[in-house]
């Protein structure tokens, strides 16, 4: 009577058609009996009998025994589940017609027999029987049937849930996932020694399947695969899939592309931003389940452009700024959906870079608490990548003539100073910035400019500093007094010992101060230390090119005695700086037995000079 079916279609455009299913059927069985009764179903009316009806539907019977007249030829269901089609389904069940139950009708079907009242209590093996047996021994054994019949469970009335369809078919897909995940283990640890292009198909094949359900639903069988214990990372691919495949808006080749990102014009502003939240919240919370920066961003942009929750939003920038020193500078350019405003949302950085900030001060906190000696910060290799980050940001939207001075220079000061070894790159920023807006006045320039540190500079960006005329003349004075300074201490070989001394001297602890004012004035000074050696180290970078440059003009000139000796002394002196006066005599030595014709004395008058 029912062939039940393995292999269901998901779409229902393959069910065939039933206008004229009553009239063809009545005539074939029951040629000698007229149709005795109209049933209506959403507007579609079926010309039926009594009999085989009423032999298996109690709803039907009790309709028609409580009638007024006997002999009621019209009734009409309403809200019948499934609509006309299953109801034919139905139909032909009562008139014993062969079908086929598949995972795309079988829903619709259990509930049409639970409104239909098709029970045991009236006919053995009824359509409630029937439509159990394929659910519990074919749909729950597959994730596959079970997402398909999950997907029809959306358009049903509410009897699906009071049947349990829907929350049988999450579960099914949880432990079939889980079940996956055991037995692909084995493969996944075969693939780690094989290609990319093997790996990437060692990924769980059922994520994609999971990418047609509904959010609602979707967020059900993600919250039942955590329950059951399905790997982070796999709920994090299935999330990202199905923010792909739902959000076109954030596609694999827009989401991370701003200038692209649309919300999708098929789908509500309000369903995108439901999407959005939820995915969010769907989000593993354990720090060992790393979430793409990239899906992170996309997801942000997509938050912003729905105007999503503004707990949303700031949950997305405290997970961005808890790993802001592996972000890239594409990522950071978020575009300003305000009209009016700068190119980029610059407000969105500075709350990230806030919650950056305090992420690193709560580990200095807690390293303090666990470390006895607590010299060494493990945190401060991040902020140097951040300080390097922002400046090359602010290099980049300096050029914006709609961002205003007050935004630009907020973003700058948030940084401490031991964020920069060096000031290059706030100073190439502030430049873009004054080249890009010459209507500011001399005050502004002056407010901006004061956060370079002069003594920060590399040679390169001082000798750019002095001849620049866009800055205040005072910041020129400072640039030139700093730099002849540098030139003073590095032909006296002191290296600058001056500047570090007068900072080391700082940090030995005073009596009158607390242990813990002791201790955090010791991380002050531990900090600036290293600091001060990054610096020296770039100026040991700096010299180690001046003297290739050296060389190649030796090279060049080898015939001319005196332009090598001049050179040579002149580099000589200038990597002094990183040597004591012990070793300022150890290359006074090293010049005379290398005099050209013993000349010695030439030596000495070009290092003194």
Request: with cysteine.
């Amino acid at each position: 009577m029912v062939s039940i079916s393995d292999n269901a279609s998901f779409s229902s455009s393959n069910r065939s058609p039933a206008p004229k299913f009553a009239n063809s059927f009545t005539t074939r069985i029951f040629s000698d009996v007229a149709g005795d009764i109209t049933i209506t179903v959403d507007g579609e009316s079926f010309l039926l009998h009594k009999f085989p009806l009423v032999s298996r539907s109690g709803k039907i019977g009790k309709m028609v025994a409580d009638g007024k007249d006997s002999n009621i030829s019209k009734l009409e269901l309403l809200n019948f589940p499934g609509g006309p089609q299953t109801f034919e389904l139905a139909m032909k069940f009562c008139y014993g017609m062969n079908f086929e139950i598949t995972a795309a009708n079988v829903a619709p079907l259990r509930c049409a027999a639970e409104y239909l009242e098709m029970t045991e209590d009236y006919r053995e093996e009824n359509l409630v029987a029937r439509t159990e047996v394929y659910l519990n021994e074919v749909v729950v054994l597959s994730i596959e049937k079970s997402v398909e019949a999950l997907c029809s469970c959306e358009t049903l009335p509410p009897i699906a849930e009071e049947v349990g369809i829907p929350n049988r078919c999450v579960e099914a897909i949880a432990m079939n996932a889980c079940k996956e995940q055991l037995v692909s283990g084995l493969s996944r640890l075969e693939c780690d020694g094989e290609s990319t292009e093997l790996k990437s198909g060692c990924l769980d094949w059922w994520i994609e399947d999971l990418s047609v359900l509904r959010i609602d639903y979707y967020q059900k069988v993600i919250r039942a695969m955590e329950r059951i214990g399905v790997r982070p990372d796999s709920i994090v691919e299935s999330l990202m899939h199905y923010a792909q495949a739902s959000l076109k808006g954030i596609g694999k080749c827009q989401i991370w592309n701003p200038a692209r990102m649309k919300p999708n014009p098929g789908m509500a502003e309000n369903d995108q931003k439901t999407i959005v939240e939820i995915l969010l919240n769907l989000l593993p919370t354990e720090k060992s389940s790393s979430v793409p920066l990239s899906f992170l961003f996309g997801m942000l942009r997509m938050a912003i452009m729905v105007e999503a929750t503004i707990a949303c939003r700031l949950e997305l920038e405290r997970r961005i700024a808890f790993r802001l020193e592996m972000v890239s500078l594409d990522d950071l350019l978020i575009p300003s959906l305000r009209t009016g405003d700068s190119l980029f949302d610059v407000d969105t950085v500075h709350r990230i870079l806030v919650n950056f900030l305090q992420r690193i001060e709560d580990e200095e906190n807690e390293e303090r608490e666990n470390e006895s000696d607590g010299l060494g910060y493990l945190g401060h290799d991040s902020l140097l990548k951040v300080g390097r980050l922002i400046d090359t940001y602010l290099a980049e939207i300096a050029p914006d003539p709609y961002l205003s001075l007050q935004k630009f220079i907020a973003m700058i000061e948030i940084l401490p100073d031991y964020a920069r070894v060096i000031d290059d790159g706030i100073y190439r920023a502030i430049d873009i910035y004054l080249k890009a807006h010459p209507m500011l006045s001399d005050h502004e320039c002056k407010k901006l400019c004061k956060f370079i540190d002069c003594q920060k500079l590399s040679q390169e960006a001082s000798n750019h500093a002095a001849q620049n005329e866009r800055l205040p003349v005072q910041m020129a004075v400072r640039v030139l007094y700093f730099e002849q300074l540098r030139l003073k201490n590095a032909l006296c070989g002191s290296s600058g010992d001056g500047f570090l001394s007068q900072k080391i001297s700082s940090g030995v602890p005073s009596a009158a101060m607390s242990p813990r004012d002791n201790y955090a004035s010791l991380r002050r000074e531990n900090r600036e230390l290293k600091l001060e050696i990054s610096r020296m180290r770039v100026r040991l970078s700096e010299l180690e090119k001046e003297q290739m440059i050296m060389k190649r003009g030796m090279m060049d000139k080898s015939g001319n005695g005196k332009t090598f000796l001049t050179s040579l002394s002149k580099g000589i002196g200038r990597m002094a700086i990183f040597s004591g006066p012990a070793g300022g005599k150890r290359q006074k030595s090293g010049r005379k037995s290398r005099g050209p014709d013993g000349k010695t004395g030439r030596s000495r008058r070009l290092y003194l000079r």
